[in-house]
């Protein structure tokens, strides 16, 4: 780990601030992710700026019925919460899924958000990798890509999102509210908040330098029936092959979302439209524009069986 200096952030104006003043500034909430990337110094921040004392930490709900997430609430207190699991239980089943208890009890919903791949050759620094030092190449390419992504990729990079919390957040069409350096705040819809590869993959999010998270904010429930279902390699905690977020109402419509097979959080409006066809029909929909290597090309199938598999669950839950 590089040599790096610390502040202890006292205000969210402040923190944005320092940001955007240090060249290579990071926050640091849980540290679940960016502390792992430093060890190995694929990041290499010269300064921290720890938010964790900000007061972004609560869950309340909003005028119009919805729900604001602070920034530093934690994945398992998230969860966890009552109004969570009544009327956006999806959501509560994706961060359940998404990692061990240890790791639930530190990680907070804005650095869920910002977590990089987990591709292997972004993590080994002897391989190329476009994510992690433009324009050097994309080893997964021609090398082992078996879990990485099919839609959304370019010739850059096809590095997979590794979040299932912001697959959830996505079907619920959540809202990404920031504060900049100049104190201006706005709220950016999920669906345009995570950027896909093109030709500059080490650009992930519309965040401009020194914006902080501040909270997400979810519409008012949407009720029906929420399923989340996660394939993976093992039964122990590990990240998507392929995962359905869904949400069935009662008139036979439905709306999905996926991960492990997209660079961002997967939706497309074509997928929801037909979910009265059936799993095969919403499989083909969602996979429309899919580019597959010899090694991943199993996920187009894996998505039709994990469709089935939710209608199923959604089917006897009913």
């Known amino acids: 780990m590089r040599p790096f200096t610390y502040e202890r952030a006292t205000s969210v104006e402040a923190a944005a601030k320092a940001a955007a003043s240090v060249q290579g500034a990071r926050f640091i909430a849980g540290g679940t992710n960016l502390l792992d990337l430093m060890k190995l110094q694929i990041e290499t921040p010269t300064h921290l700026i720890d938010v964790n004392h900000l007061g ?3 869950i309340e709900k909003t005028e119009d019925g919805g729900l604001k997430i602070g920034a530093l609430v934690r994945n398992t207190d998230l969860a966890a919460d009552r109004t969570v ?16 208890g240890q790791l639930r009890n530190k990680a907070t919903t804005g650095g869920n958000l910002l977590q990089r791949t987990r591709c292997p050759y972004f993590y080994d620094t002897r391989m190329p990798c476009n994510k992690r030092k433009p324009g050097s190449g994309c080893g997964a390419m021609q090398g082992l890509s078996r879990g990485l992504a099919i839609l959304g990729v370019s010739d850059a990079c096809i590095a997979q999102h590794p979040s299932d919390m912001a697959v959830a957040m996505r079907l619920l069409d959540a809202k990404v509210d920031t504060v900049d350096a100049a104190g201006t705040a706005r709220s950016i819809p999920i669906a345009d908040f995570h950027l896909m590869p093109g030709d500059t993959p080490h650009r992930e999010t519309v965040l401009k ?4 998270i501040t ?4 519409p008012k429930p949407i009720g029906g029936t929420h399923v989340y279902r996660k394939v993976r390699d093992r039964a122990s905690y590990a990240f998507a092959l392929v995962s359905v977020a869904a949400v069935f109402g009662r008139d036979g419509t439905a709306r999905f979302a996926f991960g ?17 066809k059936g799993a095969k029909a919403v499989a083909e929909a969602a996979l429309a524009g899919a580019r597959t290597t010899h090694h991943n090309a199993f996920k187009t199938l894996l998505v039709e069986r994990t469709l089935a598999s939710v209608y199923r669950q959604q089917e006897a839950r009913a």
């Open 215 to 218: 909270s997400v904010t979810l």
């Open 85 to 100: 699991r009544r009327d956006y239980a999806v959501l509560s089943r994706a961060l359940v899924a998404g990692a061990s």
């Open 260 to 276: 492990g097979i997209g660079t961002k959080p997967w939706r497309v409006e074509a997928a929801d439209a037909a979910a009265r």
């Open 56 to 58: 972004l930490d609560r």
């Open 209 to 212: 330098a020194g914006e902080i």
